[in-house]
């Protein structure tokens, strides 16, 4: 090699080490860097996910790179595994939780690692967060406040409550009974669903069925029942459009800090 190549391979090292120095900010985009001189391209660091992305590739204390895809990763707060890509059905291995994700009642939960909390973003349920109808057990999948928040895990494609003593609750999707249903209720089992996929895209929640068409997989309806519980559908049809009467159009996010907020 000339003498300038040489140089101009050490300058572009130090920039690349440089680079992947670099503290993204908490929210920030990370990635891998890949470093091309008219050579075959050389991986630099492959700290998280993001193809072709040159800038920060390590996340603060406390915060954890999730993959959303093979272009994008984000930094997030707390989160104790990469949130799957789109079509992918783990979100973690199955297991235990470390200890326990059921508060005392009256106490605000305190977030287990490799857990998140589930909550919707709009309005009227803003911060409204998933758990069981009758806490704890299996009954109807609802949203309610932050101080019964539940703590969940999506494992080969099984939406997990955890509940107290290491149980688990698994969601379930009613079936169809015909071409015009547009919404199908979510229920608490004590065994696994044997029809449909839940998983992460990014951090809002999916559900797919090969069975069943519909426009959006994230999109949710809640639907208060005759006691005032904000019972969980899947919405069959189109997201904010056609709306079945006293619903509402929803998604549903995992949040990872120490405890839900209102």
Partial sequence: MSK?????????????????????PQWGQVGSLLLSLNCPLTKVTDQCGGQGWTGPTTCPDGWVCTTSNQYYSQCLQGAAT????????????PGSPTGTSTAPAGATPTLVSGFSFIRAVEDPNFHKY???EVIGTASDAVLGEPVDAAQFQIVSGQLQQSIAGGDWLYAVVEP???????KLKVSWSTTPAT??????????????DPSISRPQSNAWLICPDAAGNKDLYVNLGPYDYNTPAGCADETIH?????????
């Fill in 254 to 262: 995992a949040y990872t800090g120490a405890t839900p907020t209102a």
């Fill in 82 to 93: 990469a949130a799957p890509s789109s079509g992918s059905t783990v979100a973690s291995s």
């Fill in 195 to 208: 029809s449909g996929t839940f998983s992460w895209s990014g951090d809002t929640v999916e559900w797919n």
């Fill in 4 to 24: 300038g190549f040489i140089a101009s391979l050490a300058g572009a090292l130090a920039i690349a080490a440089g680079v992947s120095a670099q503290t993204a």
């Fill in 130 to 132: 998933l758990r069981s």
């Fill in 176 to 182: 169809r009974a015909n071409s015009t249903v547009v």
